[in-house]
């Protein structure tokens, strides 16, 4: 899953970044309006976490340029206002949910992750192919009924090519989506990234490598 998380509060943002990314996030984290709208139209993301009151261009007009320029992405939005009145406003404007500070970190992973699965269309709770068993929710892997211990990068890599449903994933699009914009598109940590993945999976392989175009699973 990638995440845009526009926070003006910047230990907060770095904060919430560093516990989405130990949740196998992908983070991009921007300061203001501006940059949370050059990034939202530029990027691909699942969800936006938008501070309601951020500088520059405000919380509320963000998300009302984003839902008339038809960006898929969800959107949640957070502000120190949590009355009725003020969820209801921020909802009216196109945001897809309301979250009041100061909030638990769980419940905003849970949210996250209700949210990311309406995009485009639901996800299934669980995926499994080729006796490979993923569970989002619980961040749990099973091979054959064997657990598999996976790091957050290995976990959202197999989450991605299980999501692809056969289909082939180019590198490019794995580096999209399981990792944030501060990675360089020359780096092999794709090819290390799926060579742990796959040894850990074990045998039969179920990761096929595709010359010039990607992996699938």
Same mark, same amino acid.
């Given at each position: 899953m990638?995440?845009?998380?526009?926070?003006?509060?910047?230990?907060? =943002?770095?904060?919430? +970044?560093?516990?989405?990314?130990?949740e196998t996030m992908a983070v991009d984290?921007?300061?203001?309006?501006?940059?949370?709208?050059?990034?939202?139209?530029?990027?691909?993301?699942d969800v936006i976490v938008l501070d309601r009151d951020l500088p520059a261009v405000h919380g509320d007009d963000v998300c009302r340029q984003l839902v008339a320029r038809r960006v898929p992405a969800r959107i949640i939005m957070l502000t120190a206002a949590g009355d009725l009145r003020s969820k209801v406003e921020g909802l009216s404007i196109g945001a897809d949910d309301y979250l009041a500070k100061p909030f638990d970190f769980p419940e905003l992973v849970a949210r996250l992750r209700a949210l990311?699965?309406?995009?485009?269309?639901?996800?299934?709770?669980?995926? =499994?192919?080729?006796?490979?068993?993923?569970?989002?929710?619980?961040?749990e892997v099973f091979r054959d009924g064997r657990y598999v211990a996976l790091s957050p990068k290995e976990f959202a890599v197999l989450e991605i090519l299980?999501? +692809?449903e056969g289909t082939v994933v180019s590198a490019e699009d794995l580096l999209e989506k399981a990792w944030d914009e501060n990675i360089s598109y020359f780096t092999n940590s794709v090819r290390v990234t799926v060579m742990t993945?796959?040894?850990?999976?074990?045998?039969?392989?179920?990761?096929?490598?595709?010359?010039? +175009?990607?992996y699938r699973l």
């Open positions: 990638r995440v845009l998380v526009a926070e003006d509060e910047k230990v907060l =943002a770095r904060v919430v +970044a560093a516990g989405l990314r130990r984290v921007v300061h203001d309006g501006d940059a949370a709208l050059e990034r939202a139209l530029t990027n691909d993301y990311a699965r309406r995009v485009p269309l639901a996800h299934p709770p669980v995926l =499994a192919r080729a006796g490979v068993r993923l569970d989002p929710a619980r961040r299980l999501r +692809a993945l796959r040894k850990k999976l074990g045998d039969p392989p179920v990761i096929e490598t595709i010359t010039g +175009a990607g």
